[in-house]
């Protein structure tokens, strides 16, 4: 998994409340447990017609949002079933982080295992966000996980909370494995000694 320790990129404002895993990749092509490829489909029903064309009004169909790596949503995001591939259409997409005002539980610890930092502020502090999102390409949003801290385009300095330890794992890049591998020399001390005290097993 990716470090994630400052993020300066263009937000993409998308205001909907209750944007639920189903909206963000379709139960239709949940047809991998590869973590890739899914952003192709990230919000499929809202970006593409029923023929693949693109709706011209989708926002990260707006040339000016294209390049997002931040997304700045309303209330409840990732709300809905547990599919894991929701963070993976994200990531895969290039969306690095993403501002609400509440994320359902599951989705917002599955954020932290695949490199996604989700940042939960209040309602006034994500109106203006969002606002600053609206200016398009020109406006860059500074996301500092190390200071905790979001900076938007007229150097408004917002800061947040996030739990130390999932800030940890984002700072080194650590998803599960990762932590079982920093883990890694007193396993095998466990394993040689277990080995040795049990022969037979």
């Not at 409340?17 to 139960?27: E, G, R």
């Not at 009004?57 to 990732?78: C, S, T």
């Amino acid at each position: 998994m990716e470090k994630f320790e400052k993020l300066q990129g263009i937000a993409a404002p998308m205001p909907l409340v209750n944007i639920d895993t189903d909206m963000i990749i379709p139960k239709v092509f949940l047809k991998s447990i590869k973590r890739t490829g899914f952003g192709a489909n990230l919000f499929d029903e809202m970006r593409f017609n029923r023929d693949g064309t693109e709706i011209p009004d989708f926002v990260l169909n707006k040339p000016q949002y294209r390049d997002a790596e931040i997304l700045v949503a309303g209330d409840n995001f990732g709300c809905g079933s547990s599919r894991e591939h929701a963070p993976w259409a994200i990531a895969d997409f290039g969306i690095k982080c993403v501002v609400s005002t509440s994320f359902a539980d599951i989705f917002f610890n599955n954020c932290f295992k695949n490199g996604i930092l989700p940042v939960v502020l209040p309602q006034e502090q994500v109106d203006l966000l969002m606002k600053d999102a609206e200016k398009g390409a020109n406006a860059r949003m500074t996301v500092d996980l190390e200071a905790q801290e979001i900076t938007t385009s007229d150097g408004d300095v917002i800061p947040f909370e996030v739990d130390a330890f999932k800030k940890h794992c984002l700072l080194n890049g650590l998803d599960d494995i990762g932590l079982t591998m920093e883990k890694a020399d007193a396993i095998d001390t466990f394993e040689a000694q277990a080995s040795a005290a049990r022969p037979w097993a």
